[in-house]
């Protein structure tokens, strides 16, 4: 007889949530700048090869990895956060433990943990976006931030404290359906391929799945995706009111409908490997503290 698995507990969800997060940093920073870029600056670059190819000419190769420090640490406890949301809520769902929830309830924990995540996915995100937005030459001349904690200093020196959260609202909006896409994308296709399967699902199947709920997350919530962006990058007040469909009108008055999906293609690529590492690291930590 083997021995029944020990149900992790809440603080191996919250270490297993963290792993996952900084493997998803590791794998896809750089493709994450380039999309950033493409986001916010439609007349530098001629799609997403030519700003990789300009950013390492004139910048060097880790140029790629700008802001990767508040993402390594801030997304590792912001995944962290995600997962252990996303089990407390499937767990809540549950009416009995170990209970299969329908795709639907999956998507509703999924979004219902998005929620819980943007407090701390806001700051965090808009950390990296100002440092990936900073152009300098080679030598990292012409940069205004040093490093996150010098972003957050002089943000905070500049607007306040308040200035840490801009964007708040719109990171709130996009991560809903973004997170219900997330965990379905991944539900789906990992019971797909684990149909009729007895044994735990393999790593690549694993990779697979959390693939897909990748690509899922990002075509489920793109537009949104910009508009944080560009408003997490600007300067000034903090905007107020109902911003998300005036920014819209903005990109579109400026570059046309295609604005509002600019960055896509290097999105969902990044999301192959990225969220396939996110969800195997996680899986397989959660088997190793069951064990």
């Known amino acids: 007889m083997t021995a029944e698995k020990k149900r992790p507990s809440a603080a191996a969800d919250f270490v297993a949530g963290n792993m996952s997060g900084m493997a998803q940093v590791i794998v896809g920073q750089p493709i994450d700048t380039i999309k950033v870029r493409l986001q916010l600056d439609h007349t530098r670059f001629n799609g997403a090869w030519d700003c990789a190819l300009q950013t390492i000419r004139k910048e060097g190769f880790f140029a790629l990895y700008k802001g990767m420090a508040s993402p390594l640490v801030g997304i590792g406890a912001v995944n962290a956060v995600l997962f252990a949301a996303n089990s407390s809520i499937k767990k809540a769902m549950q009416a009995y433990p170990g209970q299969t929830l329908s795709i639907g309830q999956i998507a509703i924990a999924g979004a219902g943990a998005g929620i819980v995540n943007s407090a701390l996915a806001s700051p965090v995100e808009l950390l990296k976006i100002k440092l990936q937005a900073q152009y ?24 306040g404290f308040s200035a840490l959260f801009r964007g708040m609202y719109v990171t709130i909006l996009r991560e809903i359906p973004a997170y219900a896409g997330f965990y379905s994308g991944f539900e789906v296709t990992k019971r797909y391929l684990t149909k ?66 600019r960055g896509l293609a290097p999105a969902v690529v990044r999301s192959i490997p990225a969220a396939g590492a996110t969800f195997t690291t996680y899986e397989l930590c959660m088997r190793a503290f069951s064990s």
């Open 136 to 159: 300098s030459n080679e030598g990292g001349a012409g940069r205004q931030f040093k490093g996150p904690i010098d972003c957050a200093r002089q943000l905070i020196r500049n607007d």
């Open 196 to 261: 009729g399967q007895e044994e735990d699902a393999t790593i690549l199947q694993l990779m697979a799945s959390g693939s897909v709920g990748g690509m899922s997350y990002w075509l489920a919530s793109y537009p949104l995706d910009v508009v944080k962006s560009v408003v997490q990058n600007q300067n000034g007040p903090l905007p107020r009111g109902l911003y998300v469909t005036r920014v819209m009108k903005e990109i579109v008055a400026r570059e046309g409908t295609a604005g509002l999906f």
